[in-house]
């Protein structure tokens, strides 16, 4: 449904209400209806607000040309720009994106339950199952993540984890008009820290937990930190979920100027929801957690131990809310994992592939732990293992050094982003060095996927991570099509046939794990 148009009365109104400094008019406005902020010159629609953001690279200013020339009815500027028609200046254009891109979107986040999910690993993962148990609870829920946006049947494409300010308002309205009465979002430590998420106040906050990442945005730990913190003011939500298993967790809850529940994983005492047990298998999950209302048998399809701590966060989530705990437990049953968080692939014969987004170390020793956990008597863990070009280097060592624990390790490309990849692998290989793992290095990333799976016997596990659910890679040029997992079929679909050996861990169909969890929640 096409939203009606804003008078320029009531966009300089908001953007004084926001602004840190003086607000000016320029050019005739008298009559003048906006439709919709825009922040991308390719992007504009007729009647819309082009916002001139300066960034890193190039500043938005240089485009206002183009975007009236292709229909920009005003501009949103921080300092005057020669083009003849009306300009909303202000002391920051960015800071306004939020409140802006809000209004002009009808102020959609007004309207919805909100929940914010946020940590440095399990954020996507947390924000499903929490849009899991909405839906079991009856209400039209939608998600906002990594992996893009939908609601009901519907999906959308999204080019950051949490996209900008009046592309996510724009979502929130579009999932509203296909009946939404709630949504979460996955809100990104960056997404915090440049305003991303401004103009949305959530009822339940999600800490997932904290580890170095993204330093070379913040800067410092700290700031990191700082970052994620913002979302678990008064300002932005009535109260909090935090996993208190470390440090840093424990330091949010305590310094939180909102009722927060404390959640661990690992039967922490002075924690207000408490894991007491797990098992987890290629066949799914369950643990036992204990509340203020008792103990509860939880089971899930998501693999790994990992996800437990995604789950009791996800479970003291659905009880903020208020949802009785045998629909939050349904609702955890029924939800099927995320595309890349550890989906499984199994073939007739050969290996049982694990692909995986992990890329941190703690990430991806976690997922270490599960490919371990999965391989059949005397099977072998090979790890597929790569990093990001121009990005993180700070973390390279570290992947290698949690690489050590599988058996052989196929160090490859996983997109070079214009970095040599022969030196992104030698800074994993110092990682390695000390350790026992057999390294081999195969920088076409499909040739190395195939030739672990090639060498991997029905007993071993192939742990492919760093990619997930992406389906483009980008070396020197464009982005090129690529999915680590149609590779891995590939790879599969291409042994000979062989009667599987004895003692293997089987893969369950993903439909048939569902039911049967939903059947044991029942």
Known sequence: MPLPGIPWSAVERRARDVATGPVATSGPVDGLVLHGLVTDSRAVTPGCLFACVRGGRSDGHRFAAGAVAAGAAALLVDRPVDVDVPQLLVPSVRAQLGPLGALLAGDPAERLRLVGVTGSNGKTTTSTLVRGVLQAAGECAGVVTTLGARVGDQQRGTRLTTPEAPELHGLLAWMLDAGATSAVLEASSIALDVGRVDGVHVAVAVFTGFEEDHLDHHGTLEQYWASKARLFSPERTDS???????????????????????????????ADVRVLSWSTGAGGTSLVVEDGDGRHWLSSPLVGRVHVGNLAAAWATGRSLGIPAPTVAAGLATTAPPAGRNTLLRGDTGPLVVVDYAHTPRALAAALQTARELTGDGGRVHLVLGARGRRDRYKRQGLGVSARAADVVWLTNEGSHGERPEAIVEELRVGLLGGTAEVRTVLDRRTAITAAVQAGSDADVVLVVGRGHETTMTDDGPPVAFDDADVAREALGSLPARDREPNVVAALDEEAVVELLADRAS
């Open 240 to 270: 909090a979920v935090v996993v208190v298993d470390e440090p840093w967790g424990r330091r949010l809850a305590d310094q939180a100027r909102v009722p927060v529940t404390r959640v661990s994983a690992t039967d922490d005492p002075d």
